[in-house]
């Protein structure tokens, strides 16, 4: 880490220093005209506590060497891959270095913490930090819990992963093998977080200058998508897909130019909100408008976002840029224990929820998915659905929050299909107890449509056994109390 300071010995401490100095900077040079904004999103906007001879020397030494904040190949060289100088810049973590050492050297797995989750709280910045149980073995583990791997999903051209189908309207295709945001819990960790099998996504090189197999994956895709009318929705992931150069994304959509039933494509980004927001540049924006005006096919910003403490002043430039253009941005959130669920603390849980629908509505960014953990390599982030729905019914099915600002839906996403819930699916829901194996599985009445009436699918779901729904009368007992039978 740190290739370009380290030639001046900067111990991290200055190093945080550093980067204090050039966000505060940055924040004085382009936060005018939405101080107002700021202040009603209640942010913590970025100060400066240097005395005057430090501030001189790190001024002298941004300036001779062109240090920008707003520069995103800063961020990707300066993220902090390495232990021992993550346990320097956030000292509170010495108590897991012996774990994530393990971890890392173990396990190959990559650390990464952009300089901006730097200056997140806690339940931001553990968000990056791959919990005790990493990889220990547990059978409702499972390294592509959403199935994009899955054979019968793969769309395979000429021997190339060109994308994923799973849904009968929609198809997911992957453009980067890696993400330096860094999250543990990635239900791509598997790809993306381990060692060696960042090429297994089928992106090819992306660092390339002319990326000739993603040129390829994109030619295959469209002529498959020709052939293929009834699939109009393209979501473009990664890893992180704007890792990708500008000129590699305008590659990718003169491509889809071509795609005559194409009518969306979203791109699926956690740049935004968790540690990048400079990536979106001026002129990724231009290549993205220009096309959408000319192929009239609809982008859209699928935006990872966690809880409202990443709403940084850096994240609300970002997104007034995206809004400035016409594009709409959705938030999808995963519910994580100690990130935005707090089992112990049902008031700071209701608290953080709201702030996040609140605070993303008003800047511009749309409530869209919350998505139940699905724990592809860790067990630590994981909130047993029964928990989740209550606090989801009570905030959001209740209406005791305006609309607006509800997220559409909360879905559990699992290689068998989505299934939305709601409060109302306590009622519907059916539970057995395995106190052996140690799982609870719930059976979830899903409704189709077959060629005369509405039919009803089981969806099973299956998660670990808890204090939290260990009782196998739970549904029974809330309908009684309800009914009041
Ligand atoms: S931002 Fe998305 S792709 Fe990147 S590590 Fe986080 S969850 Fe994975």
Redesign the pocket.
Known sequence: MFNNLKQLELTNKNKLRLFELMRYDYYQKYTHGIENLLNKLDINIPTKNINNDQEEFLHDFINNEKLDWGDTSFHLKNKVQDINDLISLRPELESKKESILNITTNKGYLLSILPLNLFMPEEVLLQFIPPDDFSVPHPLKDIDPYGIASPDAKIIINSMWVATKKFEHTVLMNIHGH?????S?????FY??EKGHESELGAGDPYEEVPKKLESQTKYLVEWLNKNPQIYDVII????PFLRQNSHIKILLNEFRKARYLRILRF????IF?GLPFRIDDELLDIINEFTEEADIKITFQA?ISNHLQISPEAVLAVKKIKKRGFNIYSQT?IKKGINFFLDDLEKTIFYLRELVKKQFLIGVEPYKFIVDMHPRTLAYYVPIEALIKVYGHLFDSHIIPELERPKTLSILSKQGNIVLSSHSLFAMKKEVDYSSKFVKYRIPKLTLNNELTSIEEFIYTEPLSHLNEDPNSFEKLRKSWFKE
């Open positions: 993400c330096p945001i860094g999250c819990d990635c239900y791509k960790s993306v977080r992931s990664g890893g992180e699926c980004t956690g740049v968790l990872h995963p």
